[in-house]
């Protein structure tokens, strides 16, 4: 994946360099749009497949959010970036993966994705009566698909389990994508 990191980083200086130079010009919710169209749109595309990167490289894309956030609201490099994204509502890099991961895994369970999507995070279904079979959870894959190499560990049928049966129950159970989608975006915030 460092091809692909590379390629999306020298494209979103690109675009930040521009948007750094009509700042002075834009207001700060025409700036938040350019830099959600040009930026962010680049940080999000495919990011479901970067889930568990090193943190080396989640720290580079990180850097470019950080930038991006700076030139729109005007922060100084010194000031702390957390709350800035917090204001312009932003999830972190690496929430924003988990975020898209999280996203097909509502619809997987809710047998609104795709077909084989769903056919590689099938429902937890034990083989007989357990308290935890009434829980909307995933079947964890077997000990030796999660051992191999580290793309293997990083695959969707991996990460989506893993990442949906740590959510508390009350985010599991909403049926709607869109209610999920915002009381998911809170809960990671």
């Known amino acids: 994946m460092t091809q ?25 919710s025409a700036a938040n749009s350019l830099a959600v169209a040009t930026v962010t749109s680049r940080l999000d ?17 990180q850097k470019i959010q950080n930038t991006a956030a700076r030139i729109v609201t005007r922060t100084k ?31 997987c369970m809710h047998k609104t994705a795709p077909d084989y999507l769903q056919e ?8 007989r009566r357990l308290r935890s079979s009434s829980q909307s959870r ?8 999660t ?21 508390p129950d009350n985010l599991k159970n909403i049926e709607s994508a869109s209610l999920f989608q915002k009381k998911l975006k809170a809960f990671l915030f």
């Open 77 to 107: 490099t010194s000031d702390h970036i957390k709350p800035v994204l917090r204001d312009l509502h932003w999830l972190p890099v690496s929430k924003r993966m988990d975020y898209k991961v999280l996203s097909l895994a509502h619809a």
């Open 4 to 28: 692909h990191i590379n390629s999306i980083v020298s494209k979103c200086y690109y675009h930040l360099r521009t948007l750094g130079k009509l700042r002075p010009v834009l207001t700060c």
């Open 120 to 127: 590689i995070v099938p429902a937890y279904e034990p083989s």
């Open 45 to 61: 595309y495919c990011n479901s497949a970067l889930w568990s990167i090193p943190a080396s490289q989640v720290d580079r894309l």
């Open 138 to 145: 995933f079947s964890l894959p077997a000990v030796e698909d």
């Open 147 to 167: 051992n191999k190499k580290r793309s293997g560990a990083r695959a969707f049928s991996n990460a989506a389990p893993k990442l949906w049966n740590s959510l």
